[in-house]
């Protein structure tokens, strides 16, 4: 069955340290994956995606993932924190069979000390 | 142009209440999907529907259903609401082809169930 781990369940980095939250899926075919960020309250904003191709990808607020198929990972990174990142970080994994459907993992929640 | 537009924004109903929950999508997006956020969790797929079809459902009793209209908003009806239904309420809207995949949400609906 398809999953995502997302192991870390609270972080906390001081403000202009770089970031790492880790993922990890389960999925037979080729992932589209995502990152999703929610600041309290909030919806969900789309960060970055994975579907093909180059497997270090972009993202908006200065975010990348890197696409690692021998380790089931899709890890977020930021090189310098700011206090505004913090929030919950979801990572999700495509489901297309028919009907598309995203599936969580059960996030991580970012702190920033000043 | 507006994003992804939920209503109400929080609701208060007492167990074996019903609720509807409304959604409209971006602009030009034929797909909508409803995914239940409990406290603390990721978020759970409930329905997608495109073209006013439905399309796929997620693992919820037939309390729930949905429809969407001609004009793609979509509605979400909860009946004999349980305390376990208190969650918050995402929609998410879709285009086609490719971009099919890219799912963004709405803020969402926050229900409490007393």
């Known amino acids: 069955a398809q999953s995502v781990t997302q192991p870390d369940i609270h972080i906390t980095v001081s403000e202009g340290a770089s970031l790492e939250l880790r993922c990890n899926y389960s999925y037979g075919a080729t992932p589209y994956l995502f990152w999703y960020v929610q600041s309290p309250g909030q919806g969900l904003q789309l960060l970055l995606k994975y579907f093909s191709g180059d497997t270090l990808v972009q993202g908006i607020k200065g975010f990348e993932a890197e696409f690692k198929r021998s380790q089931s990972s899709f890890n977020l990174r930021k090189p310098s924190v700011h206090w505004s990142d913090a929030a919950e970080y979801f990572c999700a994994v495509l489901f297309s069979g028919g009907y598309n459907k995203l599936i969580f993992g059960a996030g991580t929640r970012l702190a920033v000390h000043p | 142009d507006a994003g992804v537009t939920q209503s109400p924004t929080h609701l208060i109903k007492t167990r074996g209440q019903h609720v509807t929950l409304r959604c409209s999508p971006i602009?030009?997006?034929?797909?909508v999907s409803w995914y239940q956020q409990v406290l603390g969790q990721g978020p759970q797929f409930i329905f997608q529907y495109y073209e006013k079809e439905e399309r796929g459902r997620g693992n919820f009793p037939d309390r729930f259903s949905a429809r969407q209209f001609p004009n793609y908003s979509s509605e979400l009806n909860v009946n004999a609401l349980l305390l376990g239904d208190s969650a918050l309420y995402l929609c998410?809207?879709?285009?086609?082809?490719?971009?099919?995949?890219?799912?963004?949400f709405g803020p969402g609906t926050r229900l409490t169930v007393t």
């Open positions: 998410a809207s879709s285009l086609e082809g490719l971009a099919r995949y890219e799912q963004y």
């Open positions: 602009s030009g997006h034929k797909s």
